[in-house]
């Protein structure tokens, strides 16, 4: 995708009453994963501390997550192609 509004995709493809696997990496390098709970929040990592500007730091790839408690979001601007790796590592 060009953009990252990902609702575009998501919308209609994700059905969070179902297990699936939906990675969405833009094209203006954020990174978005819609599927196990577990994975998002390993995507993001552990809080480690903050920076000097107050932003949260991360032990992984940082970013945000939300969802419910099977099935969640993650969302980042890090290395796409370290954040493709490890989804799939994950699942293999």
Same mark, same amino acid.
């Given at each position: 995708?060009?953009?990252?509004? !990902?609702?575009?995709?998501?919308?209609?493809?994700?059905?969070?009453?179902?297990? #699936?696997?939906?990675?969405? $990496?833009?094209?203006?390098?954020?990174?978005?994963?819609?599927?196990?709970?577990?994975?998002?929040? $390993?995507? #993001?990592?552990?809080? !480690?501390?903050?920076?000097?500007?107050?932003?949260?730091? +991360?032990?992984?790839?940082?970013?945000? !997550?939300?969802?419910?408690?099977? !099935?969640?979001?993650?969302?980042? +601007?890090?290395? #796409?192609?370290?954040?493709?790796?490890?989804?799939?590592? +994950?699942?293999?």
């Amino acid at each position: 995708m060009s953009h990252s509004k !990902t609702a575009t995709v998501a919308d209609r493809l994700f059905d969070p009453e179902k297990e #699936q696997r939906l990675l969405i $990496l833009s094209g203006d390098g954020e990174s978005n994963f819609f599927g196990k709970k577990e994975l998002c929040l $390993l995507l #993001q990592g552990e809080k !480690t501390g903050k920076t000097a500007e107050g932003w949260d730091t +991360y032990s992984h790839f940082g970013g945000w !997550t939300g969802g419910g408690e099977t !099935t969640g979001f993650w969302g980042g +601007y890090a290395n #796409q192609d370290e954040v493709l790796d490890f989804v799939v590592k +994950y699942f293999a």
